[in-house]
Nanobody
Framework: QVQLVESGGGLVLPGGSLRLSCAAS????????MGWFRQAPGKEREFVAT????????YYADSVKGRFTISRDNDKNTLYLQMSSLKPEDTAVYYC?????????????????WGQGTQVTVSS
């Protein structure tokens, strides 16, 4: 079992930046992808970005390309999401997730472990 704990959320002005972190409770052996999802009030959870844990290949939702950067530190078992040029529509609870799926990036159903989420609010 892998436990994931997100941190770094908060209130930020439009155009501002935040960095989210996701710490895994133990070594991530057997984990092939880690990603970020978000859920805004009244909406379904949606994919934000994912990264292959060993190769470092990244994938992004169109809505965040060029503004968000996903990265990981294998030695620290930690995932990051650097968010820049934030917009009010980025307001959501952001979830970290880990997948044991081998091969291409998994769909949301392919993620085996989830964090509790961290709130990001973009507002003036």
């Amino acid at each position: 079992q892998v436990q994931l704990v997100e941190s770094g959320g908060g209130l930020v002005l439009p155009g501002g930046s935040l960095r989210l972190s996701c710490a895994a409770s133990r070594r991530t052996s057997g984990i092939y992808y880690m990603g970020w999802f978000r859920q805004a009030p009244g909406k379904e959870r949606e994919f934000v970005a994912t990264i292959s844990w060993f190769g470092g290949r990244t994938y992004y939702a169109d809505s965040v390309k060029g503004r968000f950067t996903i990265s990981r530190d294998n030695d620290k078992n930690t995932l990051y999401l650097q968010m820049s040029s934030l917009k009010p529509e980025d307001t959501a609870v952001y979830y970290c997730a880990a997948s044991r799926t081998v091969g291409g990036p998994p769909t949301e159903r392919g993620y085996n472990y989830w964090g509790q989420g961290t709130q990001v609010t973009v507002s003036s």
